[in-house]
């Protein structure tokens, strides 16, 4: 079955605890990017690949990286989490920039 | 600065009706839009797209109606069901660059 598997799904963590959700696909897209959705806000874009070991800042990077080492596999990384950062993540895998997107579950992220 | 606007951050209409989600952008130069249709606790899911060289494109009970000249696009749903109550999402996007999003809208299908 295609999907985008994201990983975990609720997390809760504190001020300053490194940490990383994870994001994988099976399509064998070449176009993967991460998105936070908040309320009132909608679907921003916070990083993207268009290739393995190409990755551009998408519209609210700040806080966040991201590698591409494989083309399967796009983690976001926060180094410092801050309570501004809580929101709902979603990964987003697609052949190309600006072709249909499948996205994954999400997670949702507390910081404390 | 937001190119892609949806300015009805809601909508209820009554199951056998019409849903008419609307969608204006600033950036003439866009040339790809989509719609795509949110549930609480998923990810969006594509529901239709279409380029800027037409002017409708229609999948069953979805159709989506781009002008140009003003900058709008629109997705009728017809009938409305209540499982198509969902939060939309239009996109947009020229050449080889990123999807940009509205901000949604909330469609509450009544039966």
């Known amino acids: 079955e295609a999907q985008v598997t994201q990983n975990p799904r609720y997390l809760i963590t504190v001020t300053g605890k490194k940490l990383t959700v994870t994001c994988s696909q099976n399509?064998?897209?070449?176009?993967m990017s991460w998105y936070r959705q908040d309320p009132g806000l909608g679907l921003r874009q916070i990083y993207y690949?268009?290739?393995?070991?190409?990755?551009d800042k998408g519209d609210v990077p700040e806080g966040y990286k991201v590698s591409r080492k494989e083309k399967r596999n796009f983690p976001l990384i926060l180094e410092s989490p801050s309570p501004n950062q809580t929101s709902l993540y979603f990964c987003?895998?697609?052949?190309?920039?600006?072709?249909?997107?499948?996205f994954g579950q999400g997670t949702r992220l507390t910081v404390v | 600065d937001q190119q892609v606007k949806q300015n009805s951050p809601s909508l209820s209409v009554q199951e056998g009706r019409i849903s008419i989600l609307n969608c204006d952008y600033t950036?003439?130069?866009?040339?790809?839009f989509l719609w795509y249709k949110k549930y609480p606790a998923e990810g969006p899911t594509f529901l239709i797209s279409?380029?800027?060289?037409?002017d409708k494109n229609e999948d069953g009970r979805f159709t989506v109606f781009l002008n140009k000249s003003a900058k709008h696009l629109s997705l009728h749903i017809v009938p409305s069901q209540p499982g198509d109550s969902a939060v939309y999402f239009c996109?947009?996007?020229?050449?080889?660059?990123?999807?940009?999003f509205g901000k949604g809208t909330r469609l509450s299908v009544i039966a």
């Open positions: 279409i380029s800027s060289i037409k």
């Open positions: 987003a895998s697609s052949y190309g920039v600006n072709t249909e997107a499948f």
């Open positions: 690949s268009m290739n393995v070991e190409v990755t």
């Open positions: 950036n003439s130069m866009f040339d790809y």
């Open positions: 996109a947009a996007s020229v050449g080889n660059t990123p999807l940009v």
């Open positions: 399509m064998n897209h070449e176009y």
